[in-house]
């Protein structure tokens, strides 16, 4: 028998996270912890307006499955009791949690994945005029893999350029978030070869990719909004290089791991994100990271502050999270 406990959080962002559809000065989190009176398992998710999803929604969602959990509901059940989304990933991951401190076990091992390793994740540069995003690329020039934020509009070339400029060193990510246009997409992309881009994030609306099915990129194309769990990845093919997964859209590890492995059978690379939010949400996504060619979990780097015990980052490295923490 687990009872459930399910809390919102509200964690401040260094500065303002900017993206195509708006910013924000805070990231509003929901955690479901379970326990069985000894051990306590526990997992974050972010609410995101883009799916319809909302802290309220969310959390009652996650409260809704409190007797299923006092009857045994497995993470199997839990698969058919929610449909993907934040809701299934706090609770899968408080599931994957409470297992692993409950028989001693690691999550990796009981997944059945490699032992994780440190990581090299991507570092984001919130959307912003082009100078103020070239200040912030030199601040991280060190970093060796920076992600845009972009906008869509005509001084998206001039943001690429003068992060190119500003940290000449690092690979870049430029990440649309559905704001382009399938012709600035075909304009923009033979532009980007010379500027250490390496790949291009959704650059057209989810609904929209059909165009792409022709269009010969000289950058890979990495699908992100357009593909949630498994079930979504048919329509991807000949049309995207890579799939960017996270937890909060596959609704937890257990479908992010189904994901991956169809994906890499389907000849896609991988990527890993994150939502903004703390060391909790990204402990398990890490999990997937040694899989990934590109690994974007810097979620706790764009707070104010973080949870303690906390994952740890030097620099761009991530190291794989204690047990103290997740897992």
Not at 233 to 261: F, P, V, W
């Amino acid at each position: 028998m687990l009872n459930l406990s399910v809390t919102k959080e509200t964690w401040p962002i260094r500065g303002a996270f900017t993206i195509s559809r708006g910013a924000k000065t805070q990231a509003d989190i929901v955690v479901a912890e379970i326990s069985d009176g000894r051990q306590k398992g526990r997992g974050e998710c972010v609410p995101y307006p883009r799916y319809g999803e909302t802290v309220s929604g969310v959390m009652a969602q996650i409260n809704s499955c409190a007797d299923d959990l006092k009857d045994g509901m497995t993470r199997d059940d839990l698969q058919q009791r929610l449909a993907p989304g934040a809701a299934r990933n706090a609770l899968d991951c408080a599931l994957w949690d409470w297992q692993a401190k409950q028989t001693g076990v690691p999550v990796w091992k009981l997944a059945g994945l490699a032992r994780p390793l440190p990581l090299t994740t991507a570092y984001t540069l919130s959307l912003d005029a082009p100078q103020a995003m070239a200040s912030a690329a030199h601040t991280a020039k060190a970093r060796p893999l920076l992600k845009l934020k972009l906008a869509g509009d005509a001084l998206d070339l001039e943001r690429i350029k003068a992060v190119a400029r500003a940290a000449p060193d690092a690979r870049l990510i430029v990440d649309a978030n559905e704001a382009w246009t399938f012709e600035t997409l075909q304009a923009m992309a033979p532009l980007l070869s010379n500027l250490h881009v390496d790949l291009i994030e959704q650059p057209l609306p989810a609904g929209e990719d059909k165009a792409l099915t022709a269009f010969s990129s000289a950058i890979p194309l990495c699908a992100d909004e357009s593909v949630h769990d498994a079930a979504s990845l048919g329509h991807l093919s000949g049309r995207y290089d890579a799939i960017n997964i996270k937890l909060d859209k596959t609704g937890g590890l257990t479908e992010a791991i189904r994901l991956a492995a169809a994906a890499r059978a389907g000849g896609l690379r991988l990527m890993v994100g994150c939502m903004v939010g703390t060391s909790l949400a990204m402990a398990p996504a890490a999990l997937i990271g040694g899989q990934a060619d590109f690994v974007d979990l810097d979620g706790p780097l764009l707070l104010a502050r973080d949870r303690s015990p906390a994952l740890r980052y030097e620099g761009s490295t991530l190291h794989p999270p204690e047990k103290a923490l997740w897992g």
